[in-house]
């Protein structure tokens, strides 16, 4: 089947293969249309995706409200730089704000990028021999050098040192070794409330109130790296709200924009003239186009109760997957919040995904024996059944062997 271009799959691999940077694995598939939780390839086949566009996609492929919000947009002002006010990203900014801690609003383009303005404002806020952060071991932060650093898995660092100075590494979950790290130079703990890429690891009970306490009596700044837990993945708007604990500052990415590129960096009002002007700046940050896209995800999460709908949908992949757990014992754990998922292995899960998608079902797995869902919280109940029927089918082959 020809694509819209009339190229066939063949041309368009080929392509890649002359003229794109080959820093990704690919499947050998051209993907050319999406709707809600479905994709189909040039072959005219279609997926039912549990994982699209890694967490971004969050209310599904081209969700209506997001593809008016943005034509409407386009059509009118595509972009103006910083040294001007819009009402889009003003009303964006409060949108974010009344929705979280309050305060203000940095907007950038990727999570790294957040993340960078994050560790720039924790090092800017304190004292000046303030500099070290703390992150967590299996954590995630991105692929600029500064997120890089502070990500803590060593596989990521391989060949590209020096890192960049200043990262600390304690074990997820662990209140008495993180105090330890703890200094004269330390200025903050950086942490993402539920592990995604790590492999969906949810907190222990008290760890992140822990790291509350630990910043308050130590004068530290605690950043939420909420990239991919944020804006509605968990069943909260936040996921630190199923916590109890509010971070200092808070990094949003993937799903801020309902799908379009966006992310932001929150803080409190106190803390933000530290981003003094001059000190930092993203030239598309905040463009009229991701912030209309970023109003229009946000009313439609709330006009379509699809916060409480992501847990119900959540709900329904605990039930399937705890049933699928007593009959499987190479399934070791399943860890649930919202839409986010993680289903762990005794044993490698590529095979597992190569098998998922030859029937049509896209997955993901990370760590090499987690598998990784964040589907849409507009799923519906039968499309959770329909793909949970192929996944669970997919691993007992796998119990058998
Ligand atoms: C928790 C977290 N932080 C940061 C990032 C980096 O985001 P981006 O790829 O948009 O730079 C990711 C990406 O997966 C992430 O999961």
Not at 80 to 91: F, K
Not at 93 to 121: H, W
Request: charged share 20%; net charge negative; proline share 5%.
């Amino acid at each position: 089947m020809a694509t819209a271009t009339g190229m066939t799959t063949a041309e368009t691999l080929d392509l890649f293969k002359k003229y794109v940077v080959p820093n990704y694995a690919r499947y050998p598939i051209v993907l050319v249309r999406g709707e809600g939780s479905y994709v189909w390839d040039s072959e005219g086949n279609r997926y039912l995706d549990f994982f699209p566009g890694w967490g971004c996609n969050l209310l599904g492929h081209c969700p209506e409200p997001i593809v008016r919000a943005v034509q409407q947009q386009v059509a009118t002002l595509i972009h103006v730089p910083n040294t001007w006010h819009t009402e889009a990203q003003g009303l964006w900014a409060q949108a974010l704000s009344e929705r979280s801690f309050g305060g203000q609003a940095f907007f950038c383009n990727s999570g790294a990028e957040a993340n960078e303005a994050a560790i720039k404002l924790v090092r800017l806020h304190t004292p000046k021999e303030r500099y070290k952060i703390i992150t967590f071991r299996g954590g995630f932060h991105g692929r600029t050098l500064a997120a890089t650093a502070a990500t803590a898995q060593p596989k990521y660092h391989e060949g590209i040192g020096p890192l960049m100075a200043g990262f600390q590494y304690a074990p997820f979950g662990d209140l008495e070794a993180t105090a330890r790290l703890i200094d004269r130079e330390t200025a903050g703990i950086m942490i993402e409330p539920v592990q995604g890429e790590g492999g969906v690891q949810i907190p222990p009970d008290g760890f992140l109130q822990g790291l509350r306490k630990l910043a308050d009596d130590n004068s530290l700044l605690l950043v939420f790296d909420e990239v991919q837990t944020g804006c509605g993945r968990t069943g909260e708007w936040f996921a630190y709200q199923h916590f109890g604990v509010t971070p200092d500052i808070m990094t949003l990415a993937k799903a801020v924009c309902g799908g379009i590129a966006g992310a932001a960096m929150l803080t409190t009002a106190e803390i933000a003239p530290s981003l003094r002007p001059g000190m930092h700046a993203a030239t598309f940050g905040g463009n009229p186009i991701a912030a209309r896209a970023g109003l229009a995800a946000i009313e439609m999460i709330e006009q379509e109760n699809l916060l409480q709908q992501a847990q119900q949908i959540g709900d329904v992949f605990r039930a399937r997957l705890n049933e699928l757990r007593t009959q499987c014992e190479i399934i070791r754990d399943v860890r649930i919040l919202g839409v986010m998922i993680g289903i762990e292995l005794a044993v490698e899960g590529a095979p597992l995904v190569k098998t998922c998608l030859e029937r049509r079902l896209l997955i993901n797995c990370t760590q090499g024996t987690v598998i990784r869902l964040l589907p849409a919280m507009n799923l519906t109940v039968q499309q959770a059944h329909d793909g949970c029927d192929i996944l669970a089918k997919a691993i007992k082959e796998l119990c058998v062997i």
